[in-house]
């Protein structure tokens, strides 16, 4: 589905991807864990069109997507839900839900959209500001799901959520996957990671480290968070 | 004279001044909101409607003519410089921006001096417009009616457009957080072009509409300009509703000064400003930054 190679690139005066493939299948959650500042934000800003300078080949089912504006990116299937959830605070529920429909959603009309996510049928005339924190990156999903996407980046969608609205945030998850979407997951909360994770990848100084089976990760978990995840 | 008559009076008058204020403050604070950028040439662009208008109108015959072409004008103006000069200096710092949009200003004020001369240039109104009414036994001029009627009509197609359109959506959503907006599959550059083409348009039809009372004349944009300026600042940068408060106490600082306390008239949209700044530094309406 997607499919990133050698990707390098980062900021005006900083390199911080130093060569980074993967691949995120289609019905699958990918998983990409790693310690604070080996690259995951600003790998995501990559695939999205969002970093000053980058090279190497982005390919969406075999079609190239390196050369395209955000905006066009979008539109041939990502749906971003990046760091720090980024609503618009002065947008209702349902506005901010508009913004990324260009027409109805075929894959999640209204009444589907909440059943998924029901905190949110209750605030669709809120603005956005006044949600909760949780709430606010519900809506985060919700508002890149409506664009139908057919991979879902979501940058640390448990930052600041309460352990029962993180296990709503699995059950979730782990739906679209099964729904056929192509899930990848930046996350630094394990326990997440691995309830929906299918395949977890850690990163480190700019490149991917490990990439195998979440069992595999299971099995080799002490070892695996001693060299790449503790501080 | 009846006091009350006289006051109501000045209460039309600061309407019909404010209606005027609202057309170039509202393209301003548009711009700025979806932007981030003063445009310095928005006061050239009312001039230039003000130009265009009194040409159509001389070629026509038609005053309504006039208030066709010059948003038409100015909405192609603002297209095509947004197009070719302000799209390429987004991500630049912010004084490139000015420079140009200043740049542009100049250009317009020297072509328009190249195309129809140094004089002022005004043009009758069709006579149903050019009459009196009476208000409480005084007269008054029918066209400012219009005017106010005129402002009354763009704050309300505008607030429609910015509640109930696609565009309007964008608008809101790419002044608050441009980056998501474009990540959501929407081309934020085709909707600054536009809403840069119609703030011109606006500008413009505000240029066309003042021509028969202030008449067309050189120094018309720099006027305008520093009162669009300080509306915005006292509304909140950026703000729909701001505008509009900020164009109805500038017209009415500046007319009952005018009437009232003519000698310190010149001072009244400064205090104003000031007074307002101080309380509130990001305007009335204004979001913190």
Same mark, same amino acid.
């Given at each position: 589905?997607?499919?990133?190679?050698?990707?390098?690139?980062?900021?005006?005066?900083?390199?911080?991807?130093?060569?980074?493939?993967?691949?995120?299948?289609?019905?699958?959650?990918?998983?990409?864990? *790693?310690?604070?500042?080996? $690259?995951?934000? #600003?790998?995501? %800003?990559?695939?999205? @069109? /969002?970093?000053?300078?980058?090279? &190497? =080949?982005?390919?969406?089912? *075999?079609?190239?997507?390196? $050369?395209?504006? #955000?905006?066009? %990116?979008?539109?041939? @299937? /990502?749906?971003?839900?990046?760091? &720090? =959830?980024?609503?618009?605070?002065?947008?209702?529920?349902?506005?901010?839900?508009?913004?990324?429909?260009?027409?109805?959603?075929?894959?999640?009309?209204?009444?589907?959209?909440?059943?998924?996510?029901?905190?949110?049928?209750?605030?669709?005339?809120?603005?956005?500001?006044?949600?909760?924190?949780?709430?606010?990156?519900?809506?985060?999903?919700?508002?890149?799901?409506?664009?139908?996407?057919?991979?879902?980046?979501?940058?640390?969608?448990?930052?600041?959520?309460?352990?029962?609205?993180?296990?709503?945030?699995?059950?979730?998850?782990?739906?679209?996957?099964?729904?056929?979407?192509?899930?990848?997951?930046?996350?630094?909360?394990?326990?997440?990671?691995?309830?929906?994770?299918?395949?977890?990848?850690?990163?480190?100084?700019?490149?991917?480290?490990?990439?195998?089976?979440?069992?595999?990760?299971?099995?080799?978990?002490?070892?695996?968070?001693?060299?790449?995840?503790?501080? | 004279?009846?006091?009350?008559?006289?006051?109501?009076?000045?209460?039309?008058?600061?309407?019909?001044?404010?209606?005027?204020?609202?057309?170039?403050?509202?393209?301003?604070?548009?711009?700025?909101?979806?932007?981030?950028?003063?445009?310095?040439?928005?006061?050239?662009?009312?001039?230039?409607?003000?130009?265009?208008?009194?040409?159509?109108?001389?070629?026509?015959?038609?005053?309504?003519?006039?208030?066709?072409?010059?948003?038409?004008?100015?909405?192609?103006?603002?297209?095509?410089?947004?197009?070719?000069?302000?799209?390429?200096?987004?991500?630049?710092?912010?004084?490139?921006?000015?420079?140009?949009?200043?740049?542009?200003?100049?250009?317009?004020?020297?072509?328009?001096?190249?195309?129809?001369?140094?004089?002022?240039?005004?043009?009758?109104?069709?006579?149903?417009?050019?009459?009196?009414?009476?208000?409480?036994?005084?007269?008054?001029?029918?066209?400012?009616?219009?005017?106010?009627?005129?402002?009354?009509?763009?704050?309300?197609?505008?607030?429609?457009?910015?509640?109930?359109?696609?565009?309007?959506?964008?608008?809101?959503?790419?002044?608050?957080?441009?980056?998501?907006?474009?990540?959501?599959?929407?081309?934020?550059?085709?909707?600054?072009?536009?809403?840069?083409?119609?703030?011109?348009?606006?500008?413009?039809?505000?240029?066309?509409?003042?021509?028969?009372?202030?008449?067309?004349?050189?120094?018309?944009?720099?006027?305008?300009?520093?009162?669009?300026?300080?509306?915005?600042?006292?509304?909140?940068?950026?703000?729909?509703?701001?505008?509009?408060?900020?164009?109805?106490?500038?017209?009415?600082?500046?007319?009952?000064?005018?009437?009232?306390?003519?000698?310190?008239?010149?001072?009244?949209?400064?205090?104003?400003?000031?007074?307002?700044?101080?309380?509130?530094?990001?305007?009335?309406?204004?979001?913190?930054?």
């Amino acid at each position: 589905m997607l499919s990133l190679s050698e990707i390098t690139g980062g900021y005006a005066k900083a390199q911080v991807l130093e060569g980074v493939s993967l691949d995120a299948a289609a019905g699958a959650v990918t998983a990409l864990i *790693g310690r604070n500042g080996v $690259g995951k934000t #600003t790998l995501m %800003r990559g695939v999205m @069109g /969002l970093l000053p300078r980058m090279q &190497g =080949r982005i390919s969406l089912d *075999g079609a190239a997507l390196g $050369g395209l504006p #955000t905006h066009a %990116r979008a539109r041939a @299937g /990502l749906g971003y839900v990046p760091e &720090g =959830r980024q609503i618009f605070p002065e947008l209702t529920v349902m506005e901010n839900l508009a913004v990324g429909q260009r027409q109805p959603s075929r894959l999640w009309p209204e009444a589907r959209l909440f059943a998924l996510l029901p905190n949110l049928r209750d605030r669709r005339a809120n603005a956005g500001r006044a949600l909760s924190g949780g709430e606010q990156q519900m809506l985060a999903i919700a508002r890149a799901l409506v664009t139908d996407p057919r991979v879902l980046l979501l940058d640390e969608p448990s930052q600041g959520l309460a352990p029962m609205v993180v296990q709503e945030l699995a059950r979730v998850l782990r739906q679209l996957a099964d729904e056929g979407v192509a899930v990848l997951l930046v996350e630094q909360n394990l326990r997440l990671t691995e309830a929906v994770a299918d395949r977890i990848l850690i990163m480190a100084r700019g490149r991917i480290v490990h990439d195998d089976t979440a069992p595999a990760f299971r099995a080799a978990e002490d070892e695996l968070r001693h060299r790449w995840l503790s501080m | 004279m009846d006091p009350l008559a006289l006051f109501t009076l000045q209460v039309l008058n600061a309407l019909s001044l404010s209606a005027l204020l609202f057309f170039i403050a509202l393209g301003l604070t548009l711009i700025f909101g979806i932007m981030r950028v003063v445009n310095f040439a928005h006061g050239a662009v009312f001039m230039l409607g003000a130009y265009c208008g009194v040409a159509a109108q001389t070629a026509t015959g038609s005053f309504a003519a006039s208030l066709l072409a010059a948003p038409l004008a100015g909405a192609a103006l603002g297209l095509a410089f947004e197009r070719s000069a302000l799209s390429r200096l987004y991500a630049r710092e912010h004084s490139a921006f000015l420079l140009v949009t200043f740049g542009l200003a100049l250009a317009l004020t020297e072509a328009i001096r190249l195309i129809w001369g140094a004089d002022a240039r005004q043009t009758e109104l069709p006579a149903v417009l050019a009459g009196i009414v009476f208000v409480m036994d005084e007269p008054f001029p029918v066209y400012r009616l219009l005017l106010i009627g005129a402002g009354g009509l763009c704050w309300l197609l505008c607030w429609l457009g910015l509640q109930r359109t696609r565009l309007g959506l964008l608008l809101r959503a790419a002044s608050q957080n441009p980056t998501m907006t474009a990540a959501l599959g929407n081309d934020v550059g085709r909707v600054r072009a536009m809403v840069f083409a119609l703030a011109c348009a606006l500008a413009a039809l505000g240029g066309a509409l003042a021509a028969p009372l202030l008449s067309a004349s050189l120094g018309l944009g720099s006027n305008v300009i520093i009162d669009a300026f300080v509306i915005v600042m006292i509304g909140g940068m950026g703000s729909f509703i701001g505008t509009v408060a900020g164009s109805l106490l500038v017209g009415f600082a500046q007319t009952f000064g005018n009437f009232y306390v003519p000698e310190l008239a010149l001072g009244m949209t400064y205090a104003l400003m000031i007074t307002v700044l101080v309380l509130r530094p990001g305007g009335l309406f204004g979001r913190p930054e």
